[in-house]
């Protein structure tokens, strides 16, 4: 993430993640104030193992485009409002990416964060049995806890 104050909301990627058995690096490294930092570690990132690049950043949200610029590996990023203008800003930087260099652009805030875990886990689940396994029971435990009428007082 580009900055400890996206914490609150990035920290629910590696809580999404522990559901599936992924471990995962949470590193806070910015793209405007860090560059040198994020090149080293993005260049590194596929040579040590790291499967998916999950990214947040709120304003101007350099930090997912400049990911996928250093590296082949599937990178996901998540807006984040900041202020100013809702999360909107960091939307459409992070989802305006040129051709050739995609990133993967999940939903404001916190669904966008859990989002980004589950389909990190998707992807790593192509070539994880383990994985599989455990996406496939945290679908069937989601659809199981879907109510298919309202409770009664809203009946
Ligand atoms: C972005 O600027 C960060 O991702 C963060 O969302 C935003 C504000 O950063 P701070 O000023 O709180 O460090 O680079």
Do not use: C
């Not at 599936?20 to 994020?38: K, M, Q, T, Y």
């Amino acid at each position: 993430m580009g900055s400890k104050s996206d914490w609150d909301i990035m920290s629910n990627v590696s809580k999404t993640l522990e559901k599936f058995g992924i471990g995962s690096e949470n590193r806070v490294i910015s793209a405007h104030r860090a560059p040198h930092l994020l090149t080293e570690y993005v260049e590194t990132a596929r040579d040590r193992g790291l499967k998916v690049l999950i990214t947040g950043a709120g304003l101007a949200a350099a930090l997912p485009g400049v990911t996928a610029a250093h590296t082949p590996l599937p990178v996901l990023g998540v807006p984040l409002d900041a202020g100013g203008f809702g999360g909107m800003d960091a939307l459409m930087a992070i989802v305006q990416m040129p051709p050739g260099v995609p990133v993967g652009t999940l939903a404001v805030g916190k669904p966008g964060a859990i989002n980004a875990a589950i389909l990190a886990a998707s992807i790593i689940a192509l070539s994880d049995d383990s994985v599989r396994a455990r996406l496939d029971d945290f679908r069937a435990a989601q659809t199981q806890a879907i109510a298919d009428t309202p409770p009664p007082d809203q009946a």
